[in-house]
């Protein structure tokens, strides 16, 4: 399952997340899998696409970067999934 997670970077603190991330990684559980992301252009939000079949995963990623970042996690699907839905259902969601 894909989850669009959206990192909230604590007021000025982007060089710190990054520090960390350089020094120690990623930290996600095994199970936990980072596809792709993206950096707004104020270095204030990461749009980061994560993927697991585990979703009380995050909890524990989450832990190890909580006095850095608030997070948003999004249960996410492709749009040729949600069009095939959409199609399969025949307009009703």
């Known amino acids: 399952m894909l989850f669009m997670v959206i990192e909230h970077f ?3 603190r982007a060089p710190d997340v990054y520090h960390r991330f350089r020094d120690r990684g990623r930290m996600a559980p095994d199970g936990l899998r980072y596809v792709a992301s993206w950096i707004d252009l ?3 939000r ?3 696409v994560m993927e697991t079949d585990n979703e009380a995963l995050f909890k524990e990623w989450t832990e190890n970067w909580k006095d850095l970042i608030e997070f948003e996690i ?3 699907r492709r749009s040729a999934e ?3 839905l959409i199609d399969s259902s025949r307009g009703d969601v």
Request: aromatic share 14%; charged share 15%; hydrophobic share 45%.
């Open 10 to 12: 604590r007021s000025g």
């Open 42 to 44: 104020n270095f204030e």
């Open 46 to 48: 990461c749009f980061q």
């Open 74 to 76: 999004v249960p996410v």
């Open 82 to 84: 949600a069009a095939a």
